[in-house]
């Protein structure tokens, strides 16, 4: 059980186009969602926390109407990154929550955006 | 605010050696701590996590963790590294509130030496 998917795994884009990445809770459901941001070698940084049915609270320093978010049910949540630049590749990671799992994550598989 | 200190980017081992992976936190209220684990260009699983009760945690894999509330503490062990271990692994604190955020250390690289 709690299986969460992204789609799609890997995704290559010119400069200045936008880019859609699915987040999927298959076997629960997602109270609430997370977006992270992982550079090479480096830690995962939160980027936005998202609730069904409500706007997403972003963390700070990250641009909203960049990296734009939508929890429209309780096993979907996109997040779109609009006008990517090449600075925006990155690996995205999302996770979902569901309300009585002890505040426990659980994690998608990644999705690896390059930008030329 | 809560944080997480990973001591140590790197840490090596000869397979068969006891593998200790660091973790400190602080936090303003009692915490919940997660011990995950990445593997390259995939997701983090859970490998175990500290909720309340026994403070000695057993995960997946062989692993476990003690949670030392006097020296703000969670470092994972496991008795005998395998090759498979060989992965990132990162610890994290939830502060238990309806945030449901979770506070990442910066990661410890575990490579393990045939």
């Known amino acids: 059980g709690a299986v969460v998917s992204q789609h799609p795994s890997w995704v290559i884009c010119k400069s200045g186009t936008s880019v859609k990445i699915e987040c999927r809770s298959l076997d629960f459901q997602a109270t609430t969602m997370f977006w992270y941001r992982q550079f090479p070698k480096q830690s995962l940084m939160l980027m936005a926390t998202s609730n069904e049915g409500s706007k997403a609270t972003y963390e700070q320093g990250v641009e909203k109407d960049k990296f734009l978010i939508n929890h429209a049910s309780l096993t979907l949540s996109t997040l779109t990154v609009t006008s990517a630049h090449p600075e925006d590749s990155s690996f995205y990671i999302c996770?979902?929550?569901?309300?009585?799992?002890?505040?426990?994550?659980?994690f998608g598989p990644g999705t690896r955006l390059t930008v030329l | 605010a809560q944080s997480v200190t990973q001591l140590g980017s790197h840490v090596s081992v000869s397979e068969g050696a006891l593998v200790l992976l660091r973790c400190n936190y602080s936090?303003?209220?009692?915490?919940?701590l997660f011990w995950y684990v990445q593997y390259p260009n995939q997701g983090l699983q859970l490998l175990l996590k500290y909720t309340t009760g026994a403070t000695l945690v057993k995960g997946i894999n062989g692993f476990e963790a003690e949670f030392k509330k006097s020296e703000t503490s969670f470092h994972l062990t496991k008795p005998s590294a395998h090759m498979s271990d060989a992965a990132e692994y990162f610890c994290a604190v939830s502060e238990g509130d309806s945030s449901y955020k979770l506070i990442f250390g910066s990661g410890t690289r575990l490579l393990v030496r045939p």
């Open positions: 936090s303003s209220v009692p915490p919940y």
């Open positions: 996770s979902a929550s569901e309300e009585s799992s002890y505040n426990e994550q659980f």
